[in-house]
Every structure is written in structure tokens, then in C-alpha cells.
């Protein structure tokens, strides 16, 4: 440039601005807009040609050339966000199925009602097997009575009879227990469903 006047000096130096090449962040921005964001020193930015890939994640403005905020591009989402989003997402496809099995308050006592009896016809049967068991050792205990009024020995194939009905009877009303549990929870259980339907159909 040493033979150029000073003015074609800065006209070539303008030109070599204009041929450089922009970042690539700069690249194919529309021509009038500003892109507001802060910095890593908290500094509010107005820019034309972009936001630096660093800053995006943070969100920024996008203004008109009257300065109107056009676009607002949110924050990206932090880790503790995504995951209640996920929760949330998780939850309403639960409830979605829910819906499918319970549509209504009817639909769930109808259930309730159902499930209930099957329960209530499971103890009834074991009840009336503990009362025959009962019986039998009522007959059992006298045949033993007699054979000790007699002055005989029970014989063992009483006594064996006698322990089996004891077991018989004890695994009965083990039975019958975990069914009123299961009764009791069922209750409870309905009782959410119920709940959750009143608080999910409008």
C-alpha cells in the first residue's frame, strides 16, 4: 500500500473488512435485528450479528430495528428442570392409562364392590372349612375321651388325626387373616382410586 494516497489506503482497507470472513455464529443473519444477551461478565449485549454459541444457552432477545423485542429465546432447561418434566411426563401417562380402567366414580365402586366379594367368598369359604375341621376335632377329642374313660391308651393314629386337624385349623385361620389384611388394604386402595378420579375428571 506504500504507493496508494491515503484515502485508497482506507479504501482498501475497507474492502479487506468487507471480503473477511464473519464467525460462523455470524453467519446468515437477518439484516436489521439485534440479539440482546449478557455475557459472562453479567454485561447486557446488543449485537447484529448474533448470539456466540457460549451464550445460547442462556437464552437472548431478538429485536426489530425499532427496537422491539421480536423472539424471546428461553433459558435451556437445567438438569433438575428436566428431570421434573420427566416426572411430570411419566405422571400424566400414569394417569392416562388410569382414565382407560377408571372413567368415572361409578367405575371404581363398581370394582371395589367386586373385588370386595370375591374377597368376602374366598373367608367365607375358609370359615366354613375351619368349622368342619372344628367338628371333626370335637368328634376326634371325645373318640380320645372315651378310650381314656375305658382305661386304654389313645392309640397314635388318634393323636396324628388329632395334630393334623390342629395344623389344618392353624393354616386356616392364617388363611383367613391375609384376606381380611388384603380386604382392609383393598379398602384403602380404592378409596385413592376414588380420590384420583374425582381430582382427574372434571
Same mark, same amino acid.
Given at each position: ?12 482497507? $475497507? ?16 439484516? %436489521?435485528?439485534?440479539?440482546?444477551? +449478557? ?5 447486557? +449485549?446488543?449485537?447484529?450479528? %448474533?448470539?456466540?454459541?457460549?451464550? /445460547? $444457552?442462556? $437464552?437472548?432477545?431478538?429485536? !426489530?430495528?425499532?427496537?422491539?423485542? /421480536? ?8 438438569? @433438575?428442570?428436566?428431570?421434573?418434566? *420427566? *416426572?411430570? @411426563?411419566?405422571?400424566? !401417562?400414569?394417569?392416562? *392409562?388410569?382414565?382407560? *380402567? ?22 367365607? +369359604?375358609?370359615?366354613? !372349612? ?7 376335632? +370335637? ?8 378310650? @381314656? ?23 386356616? !385361620? ?29
Amino acid at each position: 500500500m506504500a504507493d496508494l494516497t491515503p484515502l485508497g489506503r482506507w479504501l482498501a482497507l $475497507g474492502l479487506c473488512l468487507i471480503l473477511a470472513p464473519l464467525p460462523a455464529w455470524a453467519e446468515e443473519q437477518p439484516e %436489521g435485528l439485534l440479539y440482546r444477551y +449478557v455475557d459472562s461478565r453479567g454485561v447486557t +449485549v446488543m449485537d447484529r450479528q %448474533g448470539v456466540p454459541p457460549e451464550y /445460547v $444457552g442462556q $437464552g437472548y432477545q431478538v429485536l !426489530n430495528a425499532q427496537g422491539r423485542v /421480536v423472539k424471546v429465546v428461553p433459558p435451556a432447561p437445567t438438569a @433438575e428442570e428436566i428431570r421434573e418434566a *420427566q *416426572q411430570a @411426563e411419566a405422571q400424566a !401417562n400414569a394417569d392416562a *392409562q388410569f382414565l382407560q *380402567q377408571y372413567r368415572s366414580v361409578a367405575d371404581v365402586d363398581r370394582a371395589r364392590t367386586r373385588r370386595l366379594a370375591e374377597l368376602d367368598a374366598l373367608i367365607g +369359604v375358609a370359615q366354613g !372349612n375351619l368349622q368342619g375341621l372344628s367338628a371333626q376335632q +370335637v368328634s376326634l377329642q371325645g373318640q380320645a375321651a372315651d378310650q @381314656e374313660r375305658a382305661g386304654r391308651p389313645v392309640p397314635q393314629s388318634l393323636i396324628d388325626q388329632m395334630h393334623d386337624l390342629r395344623e389344618q385349623q392353624q393354616a386356616l !385361620n392364617e388363611q383367613i387373616q391375609r384376606y381380611q389384611d388384603v380386604r382392609r388394604q383393598t379398602e384403602i386402595e380404592f378409596a385413592g382410586y376414588r380420590a384420583r378420579v374425582q381430582r382427574l375428571v372434571p
